[in-house]
């Protein structure tokens, strides 16, 4: 079978880049070393270096799937060190356990209790064993990837001896792959071969930037239930569910409100009280219809009040109130037991001697960061090789939706490995497979130490992974970022999201999480 030749991009400026590849959607490898990772290659594919730099660290690793010989499965994950899972890939035996997605819940409860829950921004965006080798020389986001937020930094990490797959799947965000050692081989398919690959989870829709959107697990499947009947709990194009967008957009605007105030400055106030008014409102609607008949008798003396309060004083009204509501919901993650709601999610105690001001802060990175976490339909963005929280999740919509949830997550196809391989002629004997055939050609793209790979989101990819049999170490070693998906129509590089607003304010909270982290390790 012929296979489609994947782009190649020489080195040159971020705003190319943008317009012929990011905004356009295509995946493209890049050739050439970038400047700003030139520290990390050099240190993140030394072995020795990162156990002497972040060998205590806390990491969660997963065993191969012993029927299916593949990881991104439900096996239960292993608490261990980074040092002493380094140490495991010394043994010699068949199957070696994997380093995958980390988590900001995965920290055990003496490093909750160390850093507190300010850290959640800190803990979700640069989970170990990232955190722990975390320097200044270490990008929060390549040059490259121009203006996009950042949603996560992992690691990849293990040992083989005859090649291991990740099994065809997609994540929800655009993905920047760093192959620091080994080689790695992808087969890739667009989001719009969702409808012949088979996958766990049935479609409802593909956003125009490419975002596949799923069905929740226990939805009824009825072609009469439009958008709007269910408006609160759509996932809109840049990944988020509409009420924690709302919410975010308030704390956004409240935030801007503020500084503009402090500074005196008085241009453009007028219209960013309107944008607030406007994002309120919104929110006590997504509100009311979470909680019932409390949310709208409440809602309604809102209402009342409103029309008995002169305009001027409209946007003070709306603001005390949002205020009331409050009460109610205490922040994002309580705001619904929903079907985007994080499974297995605990309330985490701040320290002791922590400041009224600190649990303020708390409250706010941790509602940000439990709102990145539901989006995608309550859906990790991991899954490229797998995590075991996938099975708590599914449960838990189980429960919620009071039915049988799927085994796998949603975005995993069913066709197996084997199949796909031998269909593309990868492996002996050569099968035909008519869903495959429908799905058109992949691309399939060879990378070794030092490439780079840039997947924007929902494009469904296969990877397996080949140990770098000429080092005395004999792994493979590879850095990755994820991207919230960009979203405007227009290609603008400044303001690659349609939600320019929301957006800006969720930077300056990862950029704020990275400088502290950097700033601790100089200290």
């Known amino acids: 079978m012929t296979h489609g030749k994947i782009p190649q991009w020489k080195l040159g400026q971020p705003k190319d880049f943008y317009s012929r590849f990011v905004h356009k959607r295509q995946p493209v490898v890049i ?209 988020l569910v509409e009420r924690d967008a709302a919410a975010l957009k308030v704390q956004a605007l409240e935030e801007a409100m503020d500084k503009l105030e402090e500074s005196g400055e008085k241009k453009g106030l007028d219209k960013i009280q309107k944008e607030y008014g406007d994002a309120v409102e919104r929110l006590m609607k997504y509100q009311a219809a979470d909680f019932g008949e409390l949310g709208e008798d409440d809602f309604d003396e809102v209402s009342s009040a409103e029309e008995s309060e002169p305009e001027e004083l409209k946007d003070q009204v709306l603001r005390d109130n949002l205020i009331l509501k409050r009460k109610a919901t205490d922040d994002l993650a309580g705001s619904k037991a929903s079907k985007t709601a994080k499974a297995g999610a605990e309330d985490q105690d701040d320290d002791d001697d922590d400041s009224e001001a600190n649990d303020d802060d708390d409250d706010s990175d941790a509602e940000l960061m439990a709102a990145l976490e539901r989006a995608q339909n309550g859906q990790r963005d991991d899954f490229d090789d797998g995590d075991s929280d996938a099975s708590d999740l599914e449960d838990a919509f189980a429960f919620a939706q009071g039915s049988d949830a799927p085994s796998e997550p949603l975005s995993f196809s069913k066709i197996s490995t084997q199949d796909l391989h031998s269909h593309l002629s990868l492996t002996t004997p050569h099968t035909h497979s008519a869903a495959l055939e429908q799905a058109g050609k992949p691309y399939i793209v060879d990378l070794k130490a030092g490439d780079m790979l840039y997947l924007p989101t929902s494009w469904f990819h296969e990877v397996t992974s080949f140990s770098d049999e000429d080092s005395a170490d004999n792994v493979h070693i590879a850095l990755n970022y994820w991207f919230h998906p960009p979203d405007s129509a227009k290609p603008e590089f400044e303001k690659p999201y349609a939600d320019a607003v929301l957006w800006k304010f969720m930077e300056e909270k990862v950029k704020s999480a990275y400088e502290s982290l950097v700033a601790a390790k100089e200290d």
């Open 31 to 239: 050739q050439g070393k970038l400047d700003d990772l030139d520290f990390v290659t050099k240190n993140w594919s030394n072995v020795d270096y990162l156990r002497e730099t972040a060998g205590d660290a806390p990491v969660k690793v997963e065993p191969m799937h012993q029927e299916k010989k593949r990881y991104g499965t439900d096996v239960e994950r292993v608490d261990t060190t980074f040092g002493a899972f380094l140490d495991s890939l010394k043994e010699d035996k068949e199957e070696y356990d994997y380093l995958t997605t980390q988590y900001s819940d995965d920290e055990d409860d003496m490093d909750k209790k160390e850093h507190g829950q300010n850290n959640e921004i800190k803990n979700g965006t640069f989970p170990q064993p990232v955190r722990a080798l975390l320097r200044e020389e270490v990008p929060m986001r390549p040059g490259v990837m121009g203006n996009l937020v950042i949603q996560q930094m992992n690691i990849w990490l293990g040992k083989t001896k005859s090649g291991t797959s990740s099994g065809l799947h997609h994540d929800f965000h655009d993905n920047l792959y760093i192959l620091l050692k080994g080689r790695k081989r992808f087969v890739l398919y667009p989001p719009s071969a969702v409808h012949h690959l088979d996958t766990y989870g049935k479609p409802q829709k593909i956003h125009p930037n490419g975002l596949i959107v799923y069905k929740q697990p226990g939805e009824e499947d009825d072609e009469d239930i439009t958008e709007e009947d269910n408006e609160a709990d759509q996932i809109r194009s840049d990944g």
